[in-house]
């Protein structure tokens, strides 16, 4: 375990509990370009997308790629850029105590100093029942310890929101009752994707045990508007990977349609994208 990985997560965590009470915001990252261009943007950390890196190798986003897969495009990132790199590591590709450790051990050696699990079994659900979820996010823990990196910062994501788990009304007790087992477990913050709501996100920042987690995009809150209830952490899923497959299929079909170059115009310069990959490589 390098010094360097070590202060990262250090840095990581001091993110996370900021005086200035700014969120910590992450663009997620999908391949190494996009990691540092996004750093060069000024990130203070990158976080990856699940759903960005599979679609970046030709698979779709639900543990379509492989664990090695997965660890082998955080290192890439990892190796580009200066800042912390949290690892979306889905369920842990598997669905035993002893996959999340794995695949925990597999992102810290290749560098990375945080990671995103899930408790769903699948995309849509069902999910883990709370004591095997538990049991997972202290496997992710032990792991981090054994691997010299116990300052990993787990971010324990729930999916009742998302995908609309139980009654609504009962939603957020649900969520907080998963908070507090993961927190006893060793999780550091609690995502929960699919609540965009200022009330009941303010609620659950009050009640949680842990700090919270947003996922934002068009039609959300501001950030500055989750900051004034609390939120410490705003990341985007796969927004912005959207956003860059979005252009390419506007000016794919405007070339090849009308044979004209305007949905190319604000592109990021060559040599802006060709230097930002030549950073970090230790």
Do not use: C
Not at 131 to 150: H, I, M
Not at 183 to 211: C, I, K, N, Y
């Amino acid at each position: 375990m390098q010094t360097a990985q070590r202060e990262r997560a250090d840095l990581l965590r001091a993110l996370h509990a900021p005086s200035d009470g700014r969120a910590l915001v992450l663009p997620n990252a999908w391949d190494a370009a996009s990691a540092a261009l996004i750093a060069q943007a000024g990130a203070r950390a990158i976080a990856t997308t699940s759903g960005g890196v599979a679609w970046s190798a030709g698979r779709p986003d639900g543990h379509g790629l492989a664990r090695e897969e997965m660890a082998a495009a955080v290192r890439r990132i990892a190796d580009v850029v200066d800042v912390p790199v949290s690892a979306d590591i889905e369920g842990g590709y598997g669905p035993a105590a002893d996959d999340v450790a794995a695949t925990v051990r597999a992102v810290i050696a290749a560098g990375a100093v945080g990671v995103n699990l899930e408790d769903s079994q699948a995309p849509g659900g069902p999910l883990y029942d709370v004591p095997a979820q538990a049991s997972r996010v202290r496997a992710a823990r032990a792991a981090a310890e054994e691997a010299g990196l116990p300052g990993l910062w787990i971010n324990a994501r729930t999916d009742v929101f998302l995908f609309g788990i139980g009654a609504a009304q009962d939603r957020v007790e649900h969520v907080l009752t998963r908070a507090a087992a993961y927190a006893d477990a060793g999780a550091d913050s609690l995502f929960v994707p699919g609540l965009v709501d200022l009330d009941t996100v303010a609620e659950l920042v009050r009640r949680s045990p842990l700090p919270v987690n947003v996922m934002t995009g068009p039609g959300a809150p501001p950030v500055k508007a989750f900051e004034a209830v609390g939120v410490r952490r705003v990341s985007v899923g796969t927004a912005l990977a959207q956003t860059a497959y979005g252009t390419v299929q506007r000016a794919a079909a405007e070339l090849l349609d009308a044979g004209t170059y305007d949905a190319m115009r604000g592109a990021a310069d060559f040599g802006t994208v060709n230097d930002a990959v030549t950073g970090r490589t230790s």
